[in-house]
């Protein structure tokens, strides 16, 4: 079974770090790209970062470029996303999901729509 737990949201002020963590089971990671998004009340899901666990190619959105990080940790089958420098814009519920990138859908991949497995969310509230 697909499995995808995220973690580490939470109540930070303006100009605050939190790192999220996205734990990953019941498929090969290496085959799976991993993707963050995001979606605040009244707004479509955005998405802001993705990994691919097989070459650690990494893609951001214009609004987090330079603020947030993703990295993965394949050994435990684990991405991350660093956040810095957050802003009450950024508050959202954000929700990890996993891309097989043996199946190309040609929606790119910062598009929800290619990807096929997704964990419960965590929320991210920064205050200022």
């Known amino acids: 079974e697909v499995q995808l737990q995220a973690s580490g949201g939470g109540l930070v002020q303006a100009g605050g770090s939190l790192r999220l963590s996205c734990a990953a089971s019941g498929f090969t990671f290496d085959d799976y790209a991993i993707g963050w998004f995001r979606q605040a009340p009244g707004k479509e899901r955005e998405g802001i970062s993705c990994i691919s666990s097989s070459d650690g190619g990494t893609y951001y959105a214009d609004s987090v470029k330079g603020r947030f990080t993703i990295s993965s940790d394949n050994a435990k089958n684990t991405v991350y996303l660093q956040m810095i420098s957050l802003k009450p814009e950024d508050t959202a519920v954000y929700y990890c999901?996993?891309?097989?990138?043996?199946?190309?859908?040609?929606?790119?991949?910062?598009?929800?729509?290619?990807?096929?497995?997704w964990g419960q969310g965590t929320q991210v509230t920064v205050s200022s």
């Open positions: 999901a996993a891309d097989d990138t043996r199946t190309i859908r040609g929606w790119g991949p910062l598009d929800f729509h290619e990807y096929e497995y």
